[in-house]
């Protein structure tokens, strides 16, 4: 253990993992905040080969893949309860006063959940969870739910449930924790949470690392990255984040984004934090859903949309996402119009665009002893709810009123650095206790971010209201 390690194991205790070895043994097939959850509960000694060994032994004995469907089905018909390991969303049928259940990767028809599970874990009526599940089979004819109802199909009950994501954390413990290391060793940590070398990058590339976790943390942030394959766009999206959910290219529907007028459920703007849209460079060469797009225009300038009648709001974050060919000579000025599709560079949608992640900076992650960490970080799942928990603090936002002063700067320009700001404040100084060269650097790479979206709305559109330069400065 390096010494910065040894401080984040002595403040944070269990909450830290030796990120190598959960990596090497990732668990296949389940994100890797649940893979770390349960290799920390059979390894609370360590991570050693016996309890890599039993938490595999968990895992197959409890996961069924979408094509093993028949087989669970046919061990709950000849046993009548089944322990099965997924995700499982709760939803609450208003007519028949009572919840349906649903897993992620089995889809089970005539699904019900015990309302005592849905008072005991509310977030299964959110974005659902991860855990296992017990489910019993009542044939037709037979009561469930303790003898209330009577059916006429069959009906498979939701009736136990344990969480494998962790539910209570403390924000507080959390930014005392980080009061007692010093910044340099933190981001380190912070990076090798990711699951990156922190060795590779210097400050610049670790600032562009963290930024990613920007719409994690902040509510409402609209931001864009471009980069080469394989530097890590999604990674942290599909591995950090228990609430980012990853979208490929277009393939969504305004049902499903927004609202499902049918069902009347929610989209995935009132379930998530940040929606993240990767390889939206393919989008170029395919459709696009106009009303998708357009309603979208609407949602990021008031972060509310209306579909069907029913007006919504949210705080849930956007990213896009795209790769740019490692072989071809881009100019910068020019990458919107050689990546993006003709409705995501116009100017009405470009203007609501907080900051562009220049992605392009960062060189493709090599071979896996060279670019992924050696050393020790935050259990995903407990630095997931951190992020999610920061989201409501705002004082990070307070002070970078405070201390920037912007020229040549509209609203939606000094709002944009703002945000970009607050994000990475609250990812490197949750506790809100800023050092002065740290602060510069983080106000310098925010108003470059918001400068590219200036830059290129001057060049797509040839307004002079775009032909600016944004000057700043800290204020003591």
């Given amino acids: 253990m390096e010494g910065w390690e040894k401080a984040l194991v002595d403040n944070f205790g269990s909450a830290v993992v030796n990120k190598k070895l959960v990596l090497e043994n990732e668990i296949q097939g389940i994100p890797r905040y649940v893979s770390e959850y349960i290799l920390g509960v059979y390894g609370v000694d360590g991570i050693t080969d016996a309890a890599i060994k039993e938490a595999n032994n968990f895992i197959n004995s409890n996961k069924y893949s979408g094509k093993e469907k028949e087989l669970l089905k046919s061990r709950l018909v000849s046993d ?43 977030r299964l009526l959110i974005d659902g969870i991860w855990g296992l599940g017990e489910l019993r089979y009542y044939p037709p004819g037979e009561a469930y739910f303790g003898g209330e109802d009577v059916n006429k199909d069959g009906v498979i009950e939701l009736q136990r449930f344990k969480p494998l994501q962790l539910s209570d954390i403390s924000i507080e413990d959390f930014k005392k924790g980080r009061a007692n290391i010093d910044t340099e060793s933190w981001i380190n940590a912070l990076v090798s949470t990711i699951g990156l070398n922190y060795n590779n990058y210097d400050l610049r590339k670790k600032l562009i690392i963290l930024s990613r976790m920007i719409p994690m943390v902040e509510e409402s942030v609209f931001m864009m990255e471009f980069g080469k394959p394989s530097t890590g766009k999604t990674y942290c999206y599909e591995n950090i984040s228990a609430y980012s959910r990853v979208i490929s290219g277009s393939s ?23 929606v993240l849209f990767d390889e939206v460079d393919k989008v170029r060469k395919k459709g696009i859903n106009e009303e998708v797009i357009n309603k979208l225009y ?5 972060f509310s949309f209306d579909r069907g009648g029913v007006e919504q709001s949210s705080t849930c974050g956007i990213m896009m ?7 071809k000579e881009y100019e910068e000025k020019t990458l919107f119009l050689d990546v993006l599709h003709d409705k995501l560079r116009e100017e009405a949608f470009l203007t609501r665009l907080n900051g562009v992640i220049p992605g392009w900076e960062l060189e493709p992650i090599k071979k896996r002893e060279i670019s ?23 004082i990070h936002q307070h002070i970078a009123k405070q201390k920037i002063k912007l020229k040549n700067a509209n609203i939606r320009d000094e709002n944009s650095i703002i945000k970009i700001v607050s994000g990475l404040l609250k990812i490197i100084y949750p506790n809100g206790k800023i050092e002065d060269d740290i602060f510069f650097e983080i106000v310098k790479y925010a108003v470059e971010a918001r400068q590219y979206v200036i830059d290129q709305n001057f060049y797509i559109t040839g307004k002079k209201d775009y032909d600016i330069k944004l000057e700043w400065d800290v204020k003591e």
């Fill in 298 to 302: 609407k949602y990021l300038e008031s």
């Fill in 321 to 327: 996402v795209g790769n740019i060919s490692p072989d």
């Fill in 252 to 274: 969504i529907t305004p049902a499903q984004f927004f609202y499902n007028i049918q069902t009347k459920t929610p989209g995935l703007l009132l379930q998530y934090d940040v």
């Fill in 372 to 394: 992924i960490t050696r050393h020790y970080g935050f259990m995903a799942d407990y630095f997931s709810e951190i992020l999610h928990g920061l989201r409501k603090s705002y």
């Fill in 80 to 122: 009548y309860t089944l322990k099965v390991l997924d995700k499982f969303k709760v939803e609450t049928d208003t007519k028949k006063n009572e919840y349906n259940a649903r897993m992620g990767t089995v889809h089970l028809s005539n699904m019900k959940a015990n309302p005592s599970l849905v008072k005991e874990h509310e």
